[in-house]
T-cell receptor, first 112, second 112 residues
Framework: DGGITQSPKYLFRKEGQNVTLSCEQNLNHDAMYWYRQDPGQGLRLIYYSQIVNDFQKGDIAEGYSVSREKKESFPLTVTSAQKNPTAFYLC???????????FGQGTRLTVV | RKEVEQDPGPFNVPEGATVAFNCTYSNSASQSFFWYRQDCRKEPKLLMSVYSSGNEDGRFTAQLNRASQYISLLIRDSKLSDSATYLCVFSPYGGSQGNLIFGKGTKLSVKP
């Protein structure tokens, strides 16, 4: 089945650690996105990529990094520079700028 | 004016009621519009795209008013399972969001 897969579903990070969230899609979509959602809040864009080997910062990129070496994969690294990383992270992809976005099931990151 | 504005609710309605949500947008060059549904602690899922002529899917009707720059979602004969947060999403030309702008959502609670 085609879709977009995020892993892990739950992730615990110690203070000062970097962690990487996985996002893989087999929909042949060019554009991929990472969003952060805090309780009771809307989605905030962290990074997006419209093509392989290219990505752009969103509104809250500080403390995060991404790579887009393959069309199917867009991993997000939450670095120790991100002071408040506890949140629900959502990855999305879309075929073109006129089409709907599809979301992964999300990763819930907690700092312990 | 904010890029997108939605009434956060909550809208508390009895089963069987008809309820409508609006979402206003500021970018007049916007070209694609969508309604998503998000259940608690889950990822957003596409409910329906919004077409210029308006469109219907079962109990759900979406409308676009370009002159007044808003989209609407009408839910007829509300079910308990309709309880969720409804996000309006639009895709403007250009912009810094990777061409995908999310509203913060309207919370709907359908009561027995």
């Amino acid at each position: 089945d085609g879709g977009i897969t995020q892993s892990p579903k739950y992730l615990f990070r110690k203070e000062g650690q970097n962690v990487t969230l996985s996002c893989e899609q087999n929909l042949n979509h060019d554009a991929m996105y990472w969003y952060r959602q805090d309780p009771g809040q809307g989605l905030r864009l962290i990074y997006y990529s419209q093509i392989v080997n290219d990505f752009q910062k969103g509104d809250i990129a500080e403390g995060y990094s991404v790579s887009r070496e393959k069309k199917e994969s867009f991993p997000l690294t939450v670095t120790s520079a991100q002071k408040n990383p506890t949140a629900f992270y959502l990855c999305a992809s879309r075929l073109t700028q006129n089409t709907e976005a599809f979301f992964g099931q999300g990763t819930r990151l907690t700092v312990v | 004016r904010k890029e997108v504005e939605q009434d956060p609710g909550p809208f508390n309605v009895p089963e069987g009621a008809t309820v409508a949500f609006n979402c206003t947008y500021s970018n007049s060059a916007s070209q694609s519009f969508f309604w998503y549904r998000q259940d608690c602690r889950k990822e957003p899922k596409l409910l329906m795209s919004v077409y210029s002529s308006g469109n219907e899917d079962g109990r759900f009707t979406a409308q676009l008013n370009r002159a007044s720059q808003y989209i609407s979602l009408l839910i007829r004969d509300s079910k308990l399972s309709d309880s969720a947060t409804y996000l309006c999403v639009f895709s403007p030309y250009g912009g810094s969001q990777g061409n995908l702008i999310f509203g913060k959502g309207t919370k709907l609670s359908v009561k027995p």
